[in-house]
């Protein structure tokens, strides 16, 4: 709101002469005022940066906490098989009895035509430390090499006939390979054939379980 400088009387916006006395009014000078800047807002990057490390810290503990709860429930499990398994060693066949199973190994032919059955191939021989069986709970796994002087062809007929119904049969010059389950899915033999030097290597992995 403007007033004359001479009369004091309220002039009406724009009004260069006073309606009262009629003094002139000098032109109004403009008053820039201005607006300061609004400051930048400090510490913005850096609260984004200090969520980031949070978020990588707990990660990282997360991450570390795990390994050793990891480590801490193996390191259990380690001292229970060492402080509860009995080792037994007689003529070359080795016998680990632990909490969680037997695995047993065997240079013997009789027992390694014991644990066959009818899949021990008549005189064959079982090679030397390629043996072993394991028993974990109900499940019961038996691996074996044999050697015989027969030819591949005939191993290869001889244990067709005893799966007959087998899952899968091949046959690639005089090696043959032979997988079969029974139908209740508790039994799976895998037999492999094939000529090594002057004899036939049969190798034979049966999982049965009880």
Same mark, same amino acid.
């Given at each position: !709101?403007?007033?004359?400088?001479?009369?004091?009387?309220?002039? *009406?916006?724009?009004? /260069?002469?006073?309606? #009262?006395?009629?003094?002139?009014? =000098?032109?109004?000078?403009?008053?820039?005022?201005?607006?300061?800047?609004?400051? =930048?807002?400090?510490?913005?990057?850096?609260?984004?940066?200090? $969520?980031?490390? $949070?978020?990588?810290?707990?990660?990282?503990?997360?991450?570390?906490?795990?390994?050793?709860?990891?480590? &801490?429930?193996?390191?259990?499990?380690?001292?229970?098989?060492?402080?509860?398994?009995? @080792?037994?060693?007689?003529?070359? %066949?080795? /016998? @680990?009895?632990?909490?969680?199973?037997?695995?047993?190994?065997?240079?013997?032919?009789? #027992?390694?035509?014991?644990?066959?059955?009818?899949? !021990? &191939?008549?005189?064959?021989?079982?090679? #030397?430390?390629?043996?072993?069986?394991?028993?974990?709970?109900?499940?019961?796994? $038996?691996?074996?090499?044999?050697?015989?002087?027969?030819?591949?062809?005939?191993?290869?007929?001889? &244990? /067709?006939? /005893?799966?007959? %119904?087998?899952? &899968?049969? %091949?046959?690639?010059?005089?090696?043959? %390979?032979? !997988?079969?389950?029974?139908? *209740?899915?508790?039994?799976?033999?895998?037999?492999? $054939?094939? =000529?090594?030097?002057?004899?036939?290597?049969?190798?034979?992995?049966?999982?049965?379980?009880?």
């Amino acid at each position: !709101m403007a007033f004359c400088n001479s009369c004091g009387t309220t002039l *009406d916006a724009g009004t /260069k002469f006073c309606n #009262k006395c009629g003094a002139a009014v =000098p032109a109004a000078s403009a008053t820039a005022v201005s607006t300061p800047a609004a400051a =930048p807002v400090q510490g913005g990057g850096s609260n984004v940066l200090r $969520i980031v490390l $949070i978020v990588v810290a707990v990660l990282v503990g997360l991450g570390i906490l795990g390994t050793v709860t990891t480590a &801490y429930f193996v390191h259990r499990a380690y001292v229970r098989v060492r402080d509860n398994s009995h @080792v037994e060693e007689r003529n070359g %066949n080795v /016998k @680990v009895e632990t909490p969680f199973g037997t695995v047993e190994s065997s240079q013997d032919s009789d #027992k390694v035509a014991s644990d066959l059955g009818e899949f !021990m &191939y008549p005189e064959a021989e079982a090679v #030397k430390g390629a043996s072993s069986s394991a028993t974990f709970g109900s499940t019961h796994t $038996i691996t074996t090499q044999l050697e015989t002087s027969d030819a591949p062809d005939k191993v290869a007929e001889y &244990y /067709k006939s /005893k799966l007959p %119904n087998a899952n &899968y049969t %091949n046959a690639q010059g005089n090696t043959y %390979n032979i !997988m079969a389950g029974d139908k *209740d899915h508790k039994s799976w033999t895998t037999i492999s $054939i094939s =000529p090594v030097g002057d004899k036939t290597r049969i190798q034979i992995s049966r999982v049965s379980r009880s």
